[in-house]
């Protein structure tokens, strides 16, 4: 399914992806990063700090850092002040990537057991397909952060993989 290629190639983008969409989104106030807008997790700061702590929750299973303790449902809120987020999303980058730099097929080649909050049970799954679904959570909610950005009128850079990691070609 995956290779370590493509957890590097991912989490390059990851990286890329949220400087881009952090930096349009800074250029807004800070009431229109908090206004609601209707999207899944409401705000734009909402949808970011959520992605954040699914990249927590992720994390602790993969490589072992401190699970959030904030519920699935009020993940949204479990930043609040705007630097603070900023910092933390940067943080966490740089750690996804040397995580994914450290990621060979006998780490992909492993199951996974654990009690899945979200679904309430014991899940084992291969850290194939979960690291693929880590990934694919951070782009389907920055894809929502930013249609969010663009709706507060703001643009950002090209969000196509191939045009973002130049390396893949």
């Known amino acids: 399914m995956i290779t370590p290629a493509y957890v590097r190639t991912m989490a390059a983008y990851n990286s890329e992806m949220n400087r881009r969409l952090y930096a349009a989104a800074n250029r807004l106030s800070d009431a229109e990063r908090r206004r609601d807008r209707g999207a899944f997790w409401g705000s734009l700061h909402a949808t970011l700090v959520h992605i954040l702590w699914g990249d ?8 072992g850092w401190e699970r959030p303790t904030t519920p699935i449902k009020e993940s949204g809120h479990m930043l609040v002040d705007w630097d603070e987020l900023c910092a933390k999303r940067v943080e966490a980058d740089a750690k996804i990537e040397d995580w994914a ?10 199951d996974m057991t654990w009690f899945s909050g979200a679904a309430q049970r014991e899940v084992s799954a291969p850290y194939r397909l979960l690291v693929t679904h880590f990934f694919n959570h951070q782009t389907h909610h920055r894809g929502q952060a930013h249609a969010l950005i663009t709706a507060a009128g703001e643009k950002t850079e090209d969000t196509d993989l191939f045009l973002v990691v130049p390396q893949m070609r």
């Open 56 to 63: 927590g929750q992720w994390m602790s299973r993969f490589d």
């Open 101 to 110: 730099k450290r990621v060979d097929d006998g780490y992909l080649a492993r």
